[in-house]
């Protein structure tokens, strides 16, 4: 944030903010209230409503979900605990808590977190709103299908109880609705019964596209976990060249037997700094594409025992490392095919991002399950693939429009939580049961208080 300046003029002060997502592109000069009294709000939304709002987590969201110039309500005063049944691994808590805090609280209880980002500096709200997934995707679903019941304060500044009977049609457009439906408060949350704070991975290589997906195919079974790093600078026959990481939760006995006395206890890591922006050119292709080269030659077929923050959040230990991507910042592409599509249209995206040259760090793969009921929920039956661009303005967008062609072809989609350039045409064509979010969003929220930049460029909000 920068430019901090407060206006006490409106109902309830603001701070006068530039803010971005984690891809620091774009960049919006937002009114931001960090109000942690619901009461101020309410009388905010009674009062001035007719400015609009849009609710703000950690900003992990790479593009433009919590930006909105007349009024961001950040999360993150909002951050108490509730309770925790450790017996049932039950928590209720403010929807400003992040998935560390809840990691730090319950871990030592034997329970994690029943999905997770490849983050955990994301707060329960931006989980509830995004839908999230994570490496266990095919096997547990999103998080909204472990959210078990939630708050949420609507356009008029009422306070309604959601769940999967109560409010049901509400609930499910709030799971993946990006804060448009009106602000999760809080929420109460299933939590998964873990053996100890270890994943045992099996390391595998690929040497090319078509040999990650048959690895993926036959493992699905095996493992609860599965991510693959692809190299999308490699070509011909070794296109799509990867590292397949899948893993199951570690029992205490093979975590004690390699010295650790306590499984739940995972020894600290040094989290390194990225102190400064870098200056754009340090992101050209020739540098991605060495890097891509050591990552693969390192990573031969290996097993080993790795603690969770290693195995999960790989990126967390370098704080502010969309630093690298320099001022003009960056953009990630997050493609989801269909499962009988997604080896074409793999090849074809892959194809298009190595010739136009544009550098993409090592791209992530992985595999999804079954679609949920969230209106406007990312994931159904098939594989994503999710690739960092740093932004070039026209010539990025160009390749993004090019990328978007294969994703209808295909009939694949992007991912809202990831995405800052999408048009409103292509993003109606991507999500079937649009129309259906916004009838209901007519109904709870007619003047449209709840919005964001994002949803009125994609057109989810500039046309009610
Ligand atoms: C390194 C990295 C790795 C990631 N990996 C994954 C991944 O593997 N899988 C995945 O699914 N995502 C992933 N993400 C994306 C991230 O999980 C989502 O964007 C998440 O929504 C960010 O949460 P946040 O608290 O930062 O929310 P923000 O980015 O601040 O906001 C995101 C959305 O949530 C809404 N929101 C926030 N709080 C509330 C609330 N209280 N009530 C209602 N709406 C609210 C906002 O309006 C906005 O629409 C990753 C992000 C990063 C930076």
């Not at 093979?254 to 050119?281: C, E, H, M, N, W």
């Not at 230990?317 to 793999?346: D, T």
């Not at 989609?413 to 990831?418: E, N, P």
Request: include cysteine; charged fraction near 25%; hydrophobic fraction near 40%.
């Amino acid at each position: 944030m920068s430019n901090l300046q407060c206006d006490t003029s409106r109902a309830v002060p603001s701070v006068s903010s530039v803010l971005s997502g984690w891809g620091n592109y774009p960049r919006v000069e937002c009114n931001v209230f960090f109000q942690r009294r619901i009461d101020q709000m309410q009388a905010l939304l009674r009062t001035d409503s007719a400015t609009g709002l849009i609710p703000r987590g950690l900003g992990r969201s790479y593009g433009d979900s919590a930006l909105n110039a007349d009024g961001v309500w950040s999360q993150t005063a909002r951050n108490r605990f509730l309770s925790l049944d450790v017996e049932t691994g039950c928590i209720t808590c403010e929807a400003g808590v992040s998935l560390e805090e809840i990691i730090e609280v319950t871990l030592p209880h034997g329970w994690f977190l029943p999905t997770t980002p490849g983050t955990k500096f994301v707060t329960v709200g931006g989980a509830i709103a995004a839908d999230v997934h994570g490496k266990n995707h095919h096997r547990d679903g999103t998080w909204g299908q472990h959210v078990q019941r939630f708050s949420l304060m609507l356009a008029d500044g009422n306070i309604l109880e959601c769940s999967p009977v109560e409010n049901q049609d509400i609930f499910w457009a709030t799971i993946g609705g990006m804060g448009l439906t009106g602000i999760v408060l809080e929420a109460t949350i299933g939590l998964m019964k873990v053996p100890s704070a270890f994943v045992q991975v099996d390391q595998r290589r690929a040497g090319n596209l078509a040999e990650a997906f048959d690895l993926f195919m036959e493992t699905d079974e095996q493992y609860k976990y599965s991510v693959a790093w692809i190299d999308c600078l490699s070509q011909g026959r070794r296109l799509g060249r990867s590292v397949l990481l899948l893993g199951n939760d570690a029992d205490a006995d093979t975590v004690q037997a390699q010295g650790y006395a306590d499984p739940y206890q995972v020894p600290g890591r040094r989290s390194k700094r990225i102190p400064i922006q870098f200056p754009g050119l340090a992101m050209n292709k020739y540098a991605v594409k060495a890097f891509n080269e050591l990552y693969y030659r390192r990573h031969g077929d290996k097993q080993m025992l790795v603690d969770f923050d290693s195995y999960f959040y790989p990126l967390d230990s370098v704080q502010n490392w969309n630093r690298i991507y320099g001022k003009r910042g960056f953009v990630q592409y997050q493609a989801l095919f269909p499962k009988e599509h997604s080896r074409e249209a793999m090849t074809r995206l892959l194809e298009i991002i190595s010739k136009s040259g544009q550098a993409s760090f090592l791209a992530v793969l992985k595999s999804s399950g079954a679609a949920n009921r969230g209106m406007l929920s990312y994931l159904f039956d098939g594989h994503t693939l999710a690739l960092d661009f740093p932004y070039r303005g026209a010539k990025t967008e160009r390749l993004c429009r090019e990328l978007d062609q294969v994703m209808l072809d295909f009939r694949g989609r992007v991912y809202l939580a990831k995405d800052a350039l999408v048009s409103a045409e292509t993003f109606a064509r991507m999500y079937p049961r649009l129309d259906e979010f916004r009838q209901l969003k007519k109904r709870i929220d007619p003047e449209t208080v709840f919005r964001s930049h994002q949803s009125d460029r994609v057109g989810i909000t500039e046309t009610l």
